[in-house]
């Protein structure tokens, strides 16, 4: 399976970005599916989720400013991110989780997109 991730960049504090993850090789719309991110030296942080369901769960940090959906049509999954912070800067992993564990299934892992906010 692969995940590929785009959107990421570079942008002002306040501003928004919208991340995408396309899936090839299964459908993922059968899972959860949820954005991660990381700074080095630091613990991968679950950010957001979405069930099969469309049920969605977020981070206490982003609730408010995130949004997690997606398409099953497209097999992909989105983040839409407004009012960003600097501290939201770091790179943006799309994989499969388990509702409400923020475990990820490492055999459903994309390479990242960056988001630098400043």
């Known amino acids: 399976v692969q995940l590929v991730e785009s959107g990421g960049g570079s942008v002002q504090v306040g501003g928004s970005l919208t991340l995408s993850c396309v899936a090839s090789?299964?459908?993922?719309?059968?899972?959860?599916m949820g954005w991660f991110r990381q700074i080095p030296d630091r613990e991968r942080e679950g950010v957001a989720a979405?069930?099969?369901?469309?049920?969605?769960s977020l981070a206490d940090s982003v609730k408010g400013r995130f949004t997690i959906s997606r398409d099953n049509v497209k097999n992909s999954v989105y983040l839409q991110m407004n009012s960003l912070k600097t501290e939201d800067t770091a790179m943006y992993y799309c994989?499969?989780?388990?509702?409400?564990?923020?475990?990820?299934?490492?055999?459903?892992w994309g390479q990242g997109t960056q988001v630098t906010v400043s």
């Open positions: 994989a499969k989780t388990v509702p409400g564990s923020w475990d990820v299934d490492f055999g459903y």
């Open positions: 979405i069930e099969s369901d469309g049920t969605t």
């Open positions: 090789g299964d459908t993922i719309g059968r899972y959860c």
